[in-house]
């Protein structure tokens, strides 16, 4: 993510359409780049690697006191394991792990948010999704460090091997 933004850092100046830029030549409009930070030279990334039980609250706060630690040792961004909530359940089929479902943004995204606002660091975190009743995704949640949550990925692929049936 720092190389994408690095490199939209220094792309020529975006107009949206039927803006004749106000600005001079090469400038960037003053709305597009209002609240954009400089960025460090340097991030510090924390991936937390944990063992996952089959309960979910305890999970979540064993993932919590290893983002405290990662924060406490200078993480900036804090990457939690996939689907840390639980067992990595994909390698089967079995329809009682839909319980482990849940809404993004959601309980676990408002919680970690208020941790990253706490910690001052960014959160991306692994959630089993549920969209709709029969609508699940394998998701990714982005908590800004100032506790806000700022969008979330869902898989576009679904592994279907002899081991992984998602």
């Not at 959601?106 to 959630?127: C, D, N, Q, W, Y």
């Amino acid at each position: 993510m720092i190389a994408a933004l690095r490199s939209f850092e220094n792309a020529p100046p975006h107009r949206p359409p039927g803006d004749q830029g106000a600005g001079a030549a090469g400038q960037r409009p003053p709305y597009l780049f209002a609240t954009m930070q400089p960025l460090p030279d340097q991030v510090r990334v924390g991936l937390v690697q944990m063992r996952m039980s089959p309960e979910p609250p305890e999970n979540l706060a064993r993932a919590v006191g290893f983002i405290r630690e990662a924060a406490r040792r200078g993480a900036q961004v804090i990457c939690l394991p996939e689907l840390f909530q639980s067992r990595y359940f994909c390698q089967s089929e079995d329809h009682r792990h839909f319980a482990l479902a849940e809404p993004v943004p959601g309980p676990t995204t408002e919680a970690l948010g208020r941790l990253a606002g706490e910690l001052g660091v960014a959160i991306i975190a692994s959630l089993f999704e549920k969209r709709a009743e029969g609508l699940y995704h394998n998701t990714t949640a982005v908590l800004d460090a100032d506790g806000r949550y700022l969008g979330k990925y869902r898989k576009m692929h679904i592994p279907d091997d002899p081991n992984y049936h998602e």
